[in-house]
T-cell receptor, first 116, second 113 residues
Framework: DVKVTQSSRYLVKRTGEKVFLECVQD?????MFWYRQDPGLGLRLIYF???????EKGDIPEGYSVSREKKERFSLILESASTNQTSMYLC???????????????FGSGTQLSVL | SQQGEEDPQALSIQEGENATMNCSYK?????LQWYRQNSGRGLVHLIL?????REKHSGRLRVTLDTSKKSSSLLITASRAADTASYFC?????????????FGTGTRLKVLA
């Protein structure tokens, strides 16, 4: 089975801190994604990557950056954490596939980040 | 931007009953997927339906897709307490050449034993 591992289940940080959220997948997937999930807003795409060192902005990239130096690892970086970034962060991966056919996403368990 | 919107937002039924939830989306799609999320956990893929398909089954799950109405429905038959979770639809967003999957706000299903 595909495994997507997020480094922390719960994280508490202070305003202004630099925060790294790490995600590792073990199935050689090309695509990796970072979403945040907030009550009433569902999942919103922050960034995604379709190859090493490649990235594309999602719907809410402001205040975030990403890094993909190796295929299996996709990091989300909060340069200067703010209280409005308190949220559940979900990482996902999928194989490249044929876009018109669709490929399912495999999700990690999530990181609940609290910024105080 | 929200591509998919689920309806209802919350649903409470008795064990053994059927649960139906709906998803509407705004632009053309190649495929639509349904996911389940247990409280505080990651999402798990349930079923994928392509734009040229109208209905698909997987165990107790039945998904329909009406591209003319830009809507999909997920039916869970003979529900169990273990089906209690949030359910999300996801669509591949407009345009081509990218792999953006856009999720709706979800339906919270509670199955009472």
């Amino acid at each position: 089975d595909v495994k997507v591992t997020q480094s922390s289940r719960y994280l508490v940080k202070r305003t202004g801190e630099k925060v790294f959220l790490e995600c590792v997948q073990d199935m050689d997937h090309e695509n990796m994604f970072w979403y945040r999930q907030d009550p009433g807003l569902g999942l919103r795409l922050i960034y995604f990557s379709y190859d090493v060192k490649m990235k594309e902005k999602g719907d809410i990239p402001e205040g975030y950056s990403v890094s993909r130096e190796k295929k299996e690892r996709f990091s989300l970086i909060l340069e200067s954490a703010s209280t409005n970034q308190t949220s559940m962060y979900l990482c996902a991966s999928s194989p490249l596939g044929v876009r018109a056919w669709g490929e399912k996403l495999f999700f990690g368990s999530g990181t609940q980040l609290s910024v105080l | 931007s929200q591509q998919g919107e689920e309806d209802p937002q919350a649903l409470s039924i008795q064990e053994g009953e059927n649960a139906t939830m709906n998803c509407s989306y705004k632009t053309s799609i190649n495929n639509l997927q349904w996911y389940r999320q247990n409280s505080g956990r990651g999402l798990v893929h349930l079923i994928l339906i392509r734009s040229n398909e109208r209905e698909k089954h997987s165990g107790r799950l039945r998904v329909t897709l009406d591209t003319s109405k830009k809507s999909s429905s997920l039916l869970i038959t003979a529900s169990r307490a273990a089906d209690t979770a949030s359910y999300f639809c996801a669509t591949d967003g407009p345009g081509s050449g990218t792999y953006k999957y856009i999720f709706g706000t979800g339906t919270r299903l509670k199955v009472l034993a």
